[in-house]
């Protein structure tokens, strides 16, 4: 069982920057792929992000490419998402997921954080 925290989000400003991080329960944290998703109103949950477990490898969708960086520390059980050259239509409510190794879906998400992008 994991269970995910994410940090407060926030409102900045078109072209600001903002990092969040989400603090996973568990030892077996570094067990884990994580990625971050996203959700705009009236819009479907997208992916954003996601990690392996070691840190290795790291993919994004195409949209926040070159501008969205995630990296984890596995010894803070700990995932971030720097954020930077923010979009209003990045606005959204971010979350983060943990999935276990073997599984094709993510099995524990946190209860998500509002971000706004303002023009």
């Known amino acids: 069982q994991v269970q995910l925290v994410e940090s407060r989000g926030g409102l900045v400003q078109a072209g600001g920057s903002l990092r969040l991080s989400c603090a996973a329960s568990?030892?077996?944290?570094?067990?884990?792929?994580m990625g971050w998703f996203r959700q705009a109103p009236g819009k479907e949950r997208e992916f954003v992000a996601t990690?392996?477990?070691?840190?290795?490898?790291?993919y994004y969708a195409d949209s926040v490419k070159g501008r969205f960086t995630i990296s984890r520390d596995n010894a803070k059980n700990t995932v971030y998402l720097q954020m930077t050259s923010l979009k209003p239509e990045d606005t959204a409510v971010y979350y983060c997921?943990?999935?276990?190794?073997?599984?094709?879906?993510?099995?524990?998400w946190g209860q998500g954080t509002q971000v706004t992008v303002s023009s």
């Open positions: 997921a943990a999935q276990q190794a073997g599984r094709a879906t993510y099995d524990y």
């Open positions: 568990g030892r077996t944290f570094s067990s884990y792929r």
């Open positions: 990690i392996t477990w070691s840190g290795g490898r790291t």
